[in-house]
């Protein structure tokens, strides 16, 4: 039992300590969930073979053991579990082990675009260390948003479509249709033409160009001042606030350099 505890206390310093070890262990996260998704962006335009699901094996293996170590010091391992990350972080962990069964389970891949939501941790650990990741961190998690977005509803197109579509045989016909659809370019030489496919179509359409408007929006205007007003807790104004526009109060912004 000693032992045990003595476990769950190094991985709690591990993930929530504050000193130079934890920080490498972060920052060791950090560069493993980059990797992770690149080799499943690059996975995806690649055909089945034994190196790739090797890949899938060792990836799925490290994804289990960052799962059950996280689980171990939770403190609600129910809640931890029912989280969209922790549902998101089996159903990847599934589909990367599924070879050692014996099963391709080739439509769980589609499942994989999910670590993608991983992202979201890379990005608020940068978004606390370094200040370019603070002054741009609206257009930076638009950016995220949508390249989340297009990542799965490609996979999802490629998965539902590429036994029955001629049209798409591959993830650079599903991406092509997928970024011709959120653009509402719509060339015309790739349809999905059953109800489901022209359903998938129709949420493309809707969610991808509110993404699409909404990163332009973010790109062109001014950027926000993130400041806590000390009054009344608002944290959002404009770029050359020197008072909160909701109270009143001097803000006494600390800009970088000053003293």
């Not at 011709?180 to 359903?199: E, K, Q, Y």
Request: proline fraction near 3%; glycine fraction near 6%.
């Amino acid at each position: 039992m000693v032992a045990v505890g003595t476990l769950s206390a190094r991985i709690d310093r591990l993930y929530n300590g504050d000193d130079r070890t934890a920080y490498r262990f972060a920052y060791g996260l950090i560069l493993f969930d980059a990797t992770m998704i690149l080799f499943i962006v690059v996975s995806s335009f690649l055909p089945r073979n034994p190196v790739v699901e090797a890949l899938d094996v060792v990836f799925g293996v490290f994804v289990l053991a960052d799962f059950a170590a996280r689980m171990a010091i939770a403190p609600n391992r129910a809640k931890e579990l029912t989280t969209p990350a922790g549902i998101a972080d089996v159903i990847v962990i599934v589909s990367l082990l599924a070879p050692i069964a014996g099963e391709g389970l080739a439509f769980l891949r589609v499942a994989r675009a999910l670590r993608v939501f991983r992202s979201y941790r890379l990005i608020s650990r940068l978004r606390r260390d370094v200040p370019f990741f603070r002054r741009n961190q609206d257009t930076i998690q638009a950016v995220v948003n949508l390249f989340v977005f297009i990542f799965v509803m490609t996979a999802l197109v490629y998965e539902t479509q590429h036994h029955s579509n001629p049209g798409i045989t591959n993830y650079v016909d599903a991406l092509y249709f997928t970024v011709t659809t959120l653009t509402t370019t719509g060339f015309g030489d790739i349809t999905l033409a059953s109800p489901s496919g022209r359903l998938l179509a129709v949420v493309i359409m809707i969610f991808g160009v509110s993404l699409f408007i909404r990163l332009i929006q973010v790109i062109f205007r001014p950027q926000k001042l993130i400041w806590r007003c000390r009054t009344c807790g608002l944290t959002r104004h404009d770029a050359d606030a020197i008072h909160c526009k909701h109270c009143g109060a001097t803000l006494n912004v600390t800009h970088e350099g000053s003293l």
